[in-house]
């Protein structure tokens, strides 16, 4: 009898000790938080905020003076931080600290030489009942207890003007709608997020996208190292994790050369080059695009250094850009050419026009100032592999020609694209000697492309 009794108060033990843990998994760790929302809110997809209010008991002090300034330095690594909340509140009983549970369950929890320090400070220490609504949990906290616990929390996203953008992984796409309004309220100054969708427009090459939540409105504008721009994100190609390397490009120019931006987009290669007084051919093929080029051209005050286009790459190149590389010969003027080419998924077979571009002649006064490509590609690779070296191998794979060390300008990594996927940019000069001997070259670039 003893033994069932012993067994049942077991078992009972077991299944309290079970619930507890199902109420405090969070954040990976077993009662890592006693400020958490209710287990109830897992698994909702249509948005209750109502649903996330719950009480919880915390540790509170109560002083003795009004002057908190004098204490402040010890509590403040006490104090209860959570949103929309203030943890030192003045009531008719006096001065009340709200401390956080989950660093301080005992008033030994505080040291020794702080408690020495609020000695005289404090009239005692107790626990007040406090009522935690959604207001009152980050964004991170309210993902993290809605999604099913195998399922990692969308944390990353895009800020472009008033709109978030997210990635969203297949796993996440039941909970989509609800993920979208809790970036809408809990992200500051968005009114719309959307989701980009793995569909790409394969003429215009930018992503399709859906709006999970809030305004209606994909016409954004955002503003980059002292130049505007406006869009609309649904139907031209932006990307912030790319204002490093606008920057580091506009830093190569110098003011008397020029730019050619084949693949220009809404400007942010060539709106801050132009506003650098170099002077600025920029093209893109999306009528899209063109339009909100050339507002921003006007938005940020370009004039006469700056002219854009709505071509082919191909025809671009074969036309505007040789006829004003060729008149800038004949007339012996000053500064470098740039030929941006920031298309990863296809610029460098763009560079099938180099052999027939210009006649012998004209090639040989072009490279009495060689001209500089600027090449953007995709490159798939291990952890282990030289990504540089890769770009470089899948441009000299398209010349048909091994870049010398005298050509090679630079070589760039520019960022993590998607696992074993980096984009690359390869800067290289365009010399007379590609075009010769172009046989021999093959064949020494598929021994390299063996090898590597």
Known sequence: MILYMAVGRFISAVRHSSCLTYQYRFYGTTMTSLLVPPVSVRGMTCLDRDAFTTVVNVPTLKLCSSVVSTIMQVLKKYLLKICNFKPIQKT?????????????????????????????????????SITMKYDN??????????????????????????????????????????????????????????????????????????ILAGEKNTITITK??????????????????????????????????????????????????????????????????????????????????????????????????????????????????????????????FLDILPDWFTHEEFKKVCLKPLIFHVYCFVKANKTDNVCKLGRLLVEQKLGYILSTDAIVNIQDIRDVAPNK????????????????KEPAMKKLKIEMNNM
């Open 92 to 128: 008719n009983e006096g001065i009340i600290i709200y401390l956080n549970p989950n660093i301080v369950t005992k008033f030994e929890d505080i040291t020794e030489n702080d408690r020495k320090l609020l000695m005289d400070q404090y009239e005692h220490f107790d626990f007040m």
């Open 137 to 210: 949990w980050r964004r991170d906290e309210i993902l993290k207890s809605i999604l099913p616990e195998d399922i990692q929390v969308p944390t990353a996203y895009t800020l472009v003007g008033h709109i978030a953008q997210l990635n969203l992984r297949d796993v996440h796409l039941p909970y989509k709608t609800i993920i979208g309004q809790i970036f809408l309220d809990k992200t500051p100054n968005v009114r719309t997020v959307v989701n980009k969708m793995n569909t790409i427009d394969t003429k215009f090459r930018y992503f399709a996208m859906e």
């Open 422 to 437: 980096e984009m690359v940019r390869v800067s290289f000069l365009l010399k007379e000697s590609m075009l010769k001997d």
């Open 224 to 349: 980059e190292h002292g130049c505007t721009y406006e869009f609309d994100f649904a139907t031209v190609y932006w990307n912030s994790r790319l204002s490093t390397e606008h920057t580091r490009m506009t830093t190569f120019m110098m003011q008397d050369d020029v730019l050619y931006d084949v693949f220009a987009g809404v400007g942010p290669f060539a709106i801050p080059a132009a506003r650098k007084k170099i002077q600025v051919f920029a093209n893109d093929l999306n009528p899209e695009s063109y339009k909100w080029l050339q507002k921003n051209a006007a938005a940020n005050k370009l004039k006469n250094n700056f002219k854009a286009f709505n071509m082919d790459g191909r025809d671009f190149l074969r036309n505007i850009v040789k006829d004003d590389i060729l008149s800038r010969r004949a007339q012996n003027l000053p500064g470098s050419e740039h030929i941006i080419m920031n298309l990863p998924a296809s610029a460098i077979e």
